[in-house]
């Protein structure tokens, strides 16, 4: 699953993935060259990686659930809002440190 970022300085929406190693310059905008996460570089392809592999995990892990018979409905809603949420608070902790 692809993940879409937006640049701080352009304002542009590009996929992370144009950000990893296989890009023109790994770690910087695609459209306007700005370096992202200056001081975790080495990091942010890693964990760019990482996030797309496990959002395709984590649909397939809900795919697989709903395709079975289970006699409930999951409910998709409810578990993108708690998601969200999630995130957002975890990226509010960051910014508090």
């Not at 079975?68 to 957002?88: K, N, Y």
Request: charged residues 25%.
């Amino acid at each position: 699953m692809k993940i879409e970022g937006k640049c701080h300085r352009c304002q542009r929406t590009f996929l992370l993935s144009q950000i990893g190693p296989d890009s023109d310059a790994p770690g910087r905008c695609p459209f306007c060259g700005a370096r992202f996460a200056r001081h975790y570089s080495t990091v942010l392809v890693d964990a760019v990686e990482d996030a797309e592999d496990s959002a395709v995990r984590f649909v397939n892990t809900i795919a697989r659930l709903q395709s079975m018979e289970t006699g409930f409905d999951i409910d998709i809603d409810g578990l993108l809002a708690a998601v969200s949420e999630q995130v957002r608070e975890q990226e509010a902790a960051a910014r508090a440190v």
